[in-house]
T-cell receptor, first 113, second 115 residues
């Protein structure tokens, strides 16, 4: 089955800095890679996703890159703000009706004012 | 448009007891997946229901069972509770057959504490 590794487990940055979280996956059949943000006591919320037909996707301050050859993908957050503080999870699956996401263990991002 | 709703939000049980958690999917969705999220970990896939049948199952024992009803809502049952079953149980819904069927929408979860 799929295995997703995520690094780092914690990341502390100053407000305004950039943050990068990296994930690797094992199943070459995976072609859907979402990122979820989970605030304390809340549900995971999809913030951005990428499919294997593109290498990069951007949405305002958030971008995701995908290297399918190396089987890794990354989340980039620019101009971080205190409200970006949360746990971020990467995940991988096949983009089909049978999709079952395999999650990384999460990265706790702390943005200090 | 209501999102994914789950009940109860919190519950406390003792070892050996049984628990039932409930989930209503997002409007228009027909597929329900259940995930277990232990403290400090990522969600782990339990099973997925579509057309009232278990379509896929993760690495969880038979103590974990489920059901999907004709209105697409779903239940997760856990028998003979163990301390290690304490976790946040997340329900996620999706639409099989859509152009981007990999997308999951999560509910707020049911936090189970086993004493």
């Amino acid at each position: 089955g799929e295995n997703v590794e995520q690094h780092p487990s914690t990341l502390s940055v100053q407000e305004g800095d950039s943050a990068v979280i990296k994930c690797t996956y094992s199943d070459s059949a995976s072609n859907y890679f979402p990122w979820y943000k989970q605030e304390l006591g809340k549900r995971p919320q999809l913030i951005i996703d990428i499919r294997s037909n593109v290498g990069e996707k951007k949405d305002q301050r958030i971008a995701v890159t995908l290297n399918k050859t190396a089987k890794h993908f990354s989340l980039h957050i620019t101009e971080t703000q205190p409200e970006d503080s949360a746990v971020y999870f990467c995940a991988a699956s096949q983009d089909s009706g049978y999709s079952t996401l395999t999650f990384g263990k999460g990265t706790m991002l702390l943005v200090s004012p | 448009d209501a999102g994914v709703t789950q009940s109860p939000t919190h519950l406390i049980k003792t070892r050996g007891q049984q628990v039932t958690l409930r989930c209503s999917p997002k409007s228009g969705h027909d597929t329900v997946s259940w995930y277990q999220q232990a403290l400090g970990q990522g969600p782990q896939f339990i099973f997925q229901y579509y057309e009232e049948e278990e379509r896929q199952r993760g690495n969880f024992p038979d103590r974990f069972s489920g059901h999907q009803f004709p209105n697409y809502s779903s239940e997760l049952n856990v028998n003979a509770l163990l301390l290690g079953d304490s976790a946040l149980y997340l329900c996620a819904s999706s639409f099989t057959g859509g152009p981007h069927t990999g997308e999951l929408f999560f509910g707020e979860g049911s936090r189970l504490t086993v004493l």
